[in-house]
């Protein structure tokens, strides 16, 4: 069985998720400036994908950095505990800072990085996420920048996984029951 069969259906294709990245930069190139020099921080693992393309298409200067954030394990449902399995190597006291996520779902792994990052006293701090899922919300979250809003369904591909696999998927999808039932 291949990867592509565990699939039951593509909810955004590899072109749309192409088109919105540029938009979502040009978005970002209006309000940024070379001055500015804002740091943008990829919440691993799941937005690789989407920082690496993302970063081609910004055209002021920027900073990169990392940090990743304990998910899901191997469930597709919240634990509500979030940890950090990997610090920033920089230091964003009186920096721009830009969080790049994957996914905002119920809001509560978010609430727990932007309070995380107040106490590093940076001089701001916007968010871009890949996905929204506005239905399962559960804090109120601020988004500075959205590529896509997408339904109540554990979705993976570009950069999201289920238990580690699926992130090399070029598109965003939903995998067939069998698949959890099966693990
Ligand atoms: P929240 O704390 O907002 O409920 O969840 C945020 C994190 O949970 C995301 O960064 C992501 O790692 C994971 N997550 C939430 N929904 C999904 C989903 O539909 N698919 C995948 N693969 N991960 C998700």
Redesign the pocket.
């Known amino acids: 069985m291949s990867l592509l069969d565990d699939v039951e259906k593509v909810l955004i294709s590899e072109a749309e998720i192409k088109e919105r990245v540029v938009t979502l930069a040009a978005e970002m190139n209006a309000i940024y400036t070379d001055d500015d020099l804002p740091i943008l921080i990829c ?1 691993l ?3 690789f994908l989407f920082l690496a393309d993302f970063t081609r298409h910004l055209t002021f200067r920027h900073e990169l950095d990392f940090m990743e ?1 304990s ?2 394990g191997r469930g ?1 449902t ?1 634990t ?1 505990t ?1 940890r950090i399995l990997l610090d920033l190597a920089s230091d964003v006291q009186g920096r721009n800072v830009i969080i790049v ?12 990085i932007l309070r995380n990052f107040a106490a590093r006293r940076p001089a701001s701090i916007r968010v871009a996420t890949l ?1 929204s ?1 506005p239905s ?3 804090v109120e ?1 601020p988004l500075d920048f959205v590529g896509f809003e ?1 339904p109540d ?4 591909g570009y950069g ?3 238990a580690e696999q ?1 992130r090399n998927l070029p598109f965003i999808g939903v995998l067939k029951p069998e698949v959890y039932q099966n693990f």
């Open positions: 919440i693992k799941g937005a954030i998910s899901y597709t919240s509500g979030v996520e994957d996914i905002v779902d119920t809001g509560n792994t978010l609430t727990y996905l899922k399962r919300r559960q979250v997408v369904e554990f979705v993976i999201l996984d289920f699926y």
